[in-house]
């Protein structure tokens, strides 16, 4: 069993949508959590840090569900500029990456 | 600006020959890592570093070789064992081992 799992989409939705999705982890030793956005043939970049209390970051929510051993990240009001895969990552040693969320936004 | 370099963007290798990816960041990391991706799949981890003249094995290891012997440096040879080594392969740094990762722009290597 893979440590990160993520269910891969595509998610399609239309621009000003609400779009969320979970990724689940197998590690309950794992500590810290990320989500990382990657664009077609591009480099991850990280997009938030989870924690336990959830955290938000404009129109960005990620939560994390220890007992349930799921992160979450739920993006408001979609723009077509959020099209991309969406990583999550967790850390106990060492990262650990889910395979990836395709999110795609229509106009 | 401080960054992770990787170079080149594009390579291409010929059957049985060994080829090195540069990997430099000057932002003072002390962990630094290789990642493949094969297209529309995850990032797999090849090698890391958690410190200047140590490495571990990653998940897919074989046929691929590291050295540290520099902190801002961490070059990757694919070599010639490696059978399918045509991926985007990705070089990341962070400050230690249990802190989010900052990524190169990736080098695709491809067979002629």
């Known amino acids: 069993r893979k440590e990160v799992e993520q269910d891969p989409g595509p998610f399609n939705v239309p621009e000003g949508a609400t779009v969320a999705f979970n990724c689940t982890y197998s590690?309950?030793?794992?500590?810290?959590f990320f989500w990382y956005r990657q664009d077609c043939r591009k480099e991850p970049k990280l997009l938030m840090s989870v924690y336990s209390s959830g955290n938000e970051d404009g129109r960005f929510t990620a939560q994390l569900n220890r007992a349930s051993q799921y992160i979450s990240l739920l993006i408001r009001d979609s723009k077509l500029s959020d099209s991309a895969t969406y990583l999550c990552v967790g850390i106990d040693y060492k990262l650990s990456f889910g395979a990836g969320t395709t999110v795609t936004v229509r106009a | 600006d401080g960054g992770i370099t990787q170079s080149p963007k594009y390579l291409f290798r010929k059957e049985g020959q060994n080829v090195t990816l540069s990997c430099e960041q000057n932002l003072n990391h002390d962990a630094m890592y290789w990642y493949r991706q094969d297209p529309g799949q995850g990032l797999r981890l090849i090698y890391y570093?958690?410190?200047?003249?140590?490495?571990q094995k990653g998940d897919i290891a074989e046929g691929y070789s590291v050295s540290r012997e520099k902190k801002e440096s961490f070059p990757l040879t694919v070599t010639s064992a490696q059978k399918n080594p045509t991926a985007f392969y990705l070089c990341a740094s962070s400050p230690t081992s249990n802190q989010p990762q900052h990524f190169g722009d990736g080098t695709r290597l491809s067979i002629l």
């Open positions: 570093s958690q410190i200047v003249n140590d490495f």
């Open positions: 590690n309950s030793a794992s500590q810290s």
